[in-house]
């Protein structure tokens, strides 16, 4: 018997087709492992600021509406603390070093925690009218409702500047051995290298020496020294050609005795001291990260946006 060879071909294909839809339809796990979640309540959130003093309360207003089978129970604030401290300290006594230390750090204080309630009210539902057939059967039901929720006095901020210096305070905010540190760093910065080389003879680098030379005539004149015995003992000076000005540097390769202990004997004050006001700082501040859940009576919640407010 004669065989079409095509159409055969066309039967095939076409059996096979079916014999792997029925696979599918028989063996597919997929509706076995796959579970579709509840439809949770939607919600929408604006703060009245975004800047508040610790202590106050914080103004919203709120919307919400739910597609899902179970009717909306409640909304959550929720929050978390966030701590910034910044610091910054320079020293402002050398202005050709300018050495500044300046250091931000957030730190999350505390993870989000529920913080206030607010039960559903069906008086909070709002009025659409009703459409052009006459009724609202195309219209979603929304709920508006406005409210506070509370902050806590103790994230006030702490703030400390230009109000003098106390070692206390320096301990306190930035850490012990900190004022020993700063003061070896700028040490470095006007010696370079040899900073701490005392047991070589207090070597030290001439270039950087020179550079700094006005500096070094500050510290020995405000530790008591004289400043024509400075300019004439361990200086000498040149004019340079091109400015036609007066460039002054220490005569020997060793930095002198006299001019080295000045700065031994120069306290962390000292150092930062601008001859108005001492230039350190430390600022200690918090916001919340903070965001409105609107709860159906399952416990499916939904989620606004978060908004993230600033203490004072």
Not at 229 to 235: A, G, L, P
Request: proline residues 3%; negative net charge; charged residues 20%.
């Amino acid at each position: 018997m004669f065989i079409n060879m095509k159409a055969f071909n066309k039967l095939c294909v076409l059996a096979l087709a079916c014999l792997a839809l029925v696979a599918c339809d028989k063996h597919d796990k997929l509706d076995d492992l796959v579970f579709v979640g509840k439809m949770a309540p939607t919600v929408y959130w604006s703060v009245a600021s975004t800047t508040v003093s610790a202590g106050d309360s914080v103004g919203f207003d709120a919307q919400y509406y739910t597609t899902g089978e179970s009717p909306v129970s409640h909304c959550e604030v929720w929050y978390n603390v966030m701590e910034i401290e910044a610091k910054e300290v320079t020293s402002a006594a050398l202005p050709s070093v300018a050495y500044t230390v300046t250091s931000t750090i957030e730190t999350e204080r505390r993870i989000s925690t529920r913080i206030y309630d607010y039960a559903h009210n069906e008086g909070w539902l709002e009025d659409f009218g009703v459409n052009s057939m006459g009724d609202t059967t195309y219209f979603q039901p929304t709920y508006h409702f406005s409210a506070k929720f509370p902050t806590s006095t103790t994230l006030s901020t702490i703030q400390w500047s230009d109000l003098g210096w106390d070692s206390t305070l320096v301990d306190m905010y930035y850490g012990k051995g900190f004022m020993q540190a700063f003061k070896d760093s700028v040490e470095v910065l006007l010696k370079g290298s040899y900073g701490f080389g005392r047991d070589e003879a207090k070597g030290y680098n001439k270039v950087l020496a020179n550079k700094h030379w006005a500096d070094y005539k500050s510290i020995y004149v405000s530790k008591g020294g004289d400043e024509r015995v400075f300019r004439t003992q361990y200086t000498d000076s040149m004019i340079d050609p091109q400015t036609t000005l007066y460039v002054y540097f220490f005569k020997d390769s060793i930095l002198p005795d006299a001019v080295d202990s000045a700065y031994l004997n120069m306290e962390f004050g000292d150092l930062i001291y601008d001859g108005n006001a001492y230039k350190i700082s430390y600022k200690r501040s918090y916001k919340l990260d903070a965001q409105l859940h609107c709860v159906d009576e399952e416990g499916t919640a939904g989620l606004s946006l978060p908004v993230t407010i600033e203490l004072n």
